[in-house]
């Protein structure tokens, strides 16, 4: 598996972003996917899961704010991300696993098992 992310840049507090990310490889329509970030001397956090059975999670602080999807003709998954806020600046990462606990990779994202390259997203105040 092959994950690749697109969309980061930078924006101002209350701007929007979308974030995209190819997936490369078998097992799309049972896997696990997700969204993780880290911002510079934190700890990876998890910021939303979708599971294969469509079942979707989100972190408390982006609740309201971010939307997760998929498109399952062309294997990309999506982070819509509204009303952004400086602490939302961080290192954005894909992950993907053949785990079907997506609330139990949401809140520990080192499980996941597959990862992509990560893209930036800094929001200025």
């Known amino acids: 598996v092959q994950l690749m992310e697109s969309g980061g840049g930078s924006v101002q507090a209350g701007e929007s972003l979308t974030l995209s990310c190819e997936y490369r490889?078998?097992?799309?329509?049972?896997?696990?996917l997700g969204w993780v970030r880290q911002a510079p001397g934190k700890e990876r956090e998890g910021v939303a899961t979708?599971?294969?059975?469509?079942?979707?999670e989100y972190a408390d602080s982006v609740k309201g704010r971010f939307t997760i999807s998929k498109d399952s003709a062309k294997n990309i998954l999506y982070l819509q991300m509204n009303n952004l806020k400086p602490e939302d600046t961080a290192k954005y990462y894909c992950a993907a696993s053949w785990k079907k606990l997506p609330y139990r990779l949401l809140v520990s994202p080192e499980q996941f098992d597959y990862w992509g390259q990560g893209t930036q997203v800094t929001v200025s105040s």
């Open positions: 490889g078998d097992s799309w329509s049972t896997s696990s």
């Open positions: 979708l599971g294969h059975d469509d079942t979707i």
